[in-house]
T-cell receptor
Framework: DAMVIQNPRYQVTQFGKPVTLSCSQT?????MYWYQQKSSQAPKLLFH???????NEADTPDNFQSRRPNTSFCFLDIRSPGLGDAAMYLC???????????FGPGTRLTVL | DAKTTQPPSMDCAEGRAANLPCNHS???????VYWYRQIHSQGPQYIIH???NNETNEMASLIITEDRKSSTLILPHATLRDTAVYYC????????????FGDGTTLTVKP
């Protein structure tokens, strides 16, 4: 089945230690998104790629970066995680900007 | 961006229709109404979307008022597996970066 895959499902890192979360898709969608979802809150868009074009949300901290080496993969890099960055990170894809988004299961990040 | 207002929680009896309201009084002409749901510890799942006409698919129906300032998601025969947080989102047709999730409605389907 075509899907959005996120690895790992659970990630533990130390305060200030860089961490990378990965997302892959078999849907061949050209748009990929990263969301942050804190406990009992709605998902918050961090940024998205339209093909190779990176689109950052205005309030996304500089601590968060992203890479998309090819259509299938997208990475979220947190350069110096703080305790406030502990959250579920969701990857999503869509075909074009106009269609529904397909979400992965998320990676739950714990910062010690 | 248009904001949405949803009741924080609702209950529904299993087998009955669940009607989830959403207010989007500042919606503009090029914004669509999307509905997603999120079952506990999973990623959100797309349900349905519409512009101004009522829409129906295998999961749900979407009723949008004539002035487009509010909408209702209808699950015709709710099951226990429909227990989830339901998000109503308004989204311009021209910019993917403005999919802003509101607070959502926690729907609990009870036996």
């Amino acid at each position: 089945d075509a899907m959005v895959i996120q690895n790992p499902r659970y990630q533990v890192t130390q305060f200030g230690k860089p961490v990378t979360l990965s997302c892959s898709q078999t849907l061949n969608h050209n748009v990929m998104y990263w969301y942050q979802q804190k406990s009992s809150q709605a998902p918050k868009l961090l940024f998205h790629y339209y093909d190779k074009d990176f689109n950052n949300e205005a309030d996304t901290p500089d601590n968060f970066q992203s890479r998309r080496p090819n259509t299938s993969f997208c990475f979220l890099d947190i350069r110096s995680p703080g305790l406030g960055d502990a959250a579920m990170y969701l990857c999503a894809t869509s075909r074009g900007r106009y269609n529904e988004q397909f979400f992965g299961p998320g990676t739950r990040l714990t910062v010690l | 961006d248009a904001k949405t207002t949803q009741p924080p929680s609702m209950d529904c009896a299993e087998g009955r229709a669940a009607n989830l309201p959403c207010n989007h009084s500042t919606i503009s002409g090029n914004e669509y109404v999307y509905w997603y749901r999120q079952i506990h510890s999973q990623g959100p799942q797309y349900i349905i979307h519409g512009l101004k006409n009522n829409e129906t698919n295998e999961m749900a129906s979407l009723i949008i008022t004539e002035d487009r300032k509010s909408s209702t998601l209808i699950l015709p025969h709710a099951t226990l597996r429909d227990t989830a947080v339901y998000y109503c989102i308004v989204r311009p047709w021209t910019n993917a970066g403005k999919s802003t999730f509101g607070d959502g409605t926690t729907l609990t389907v009870k036996p």
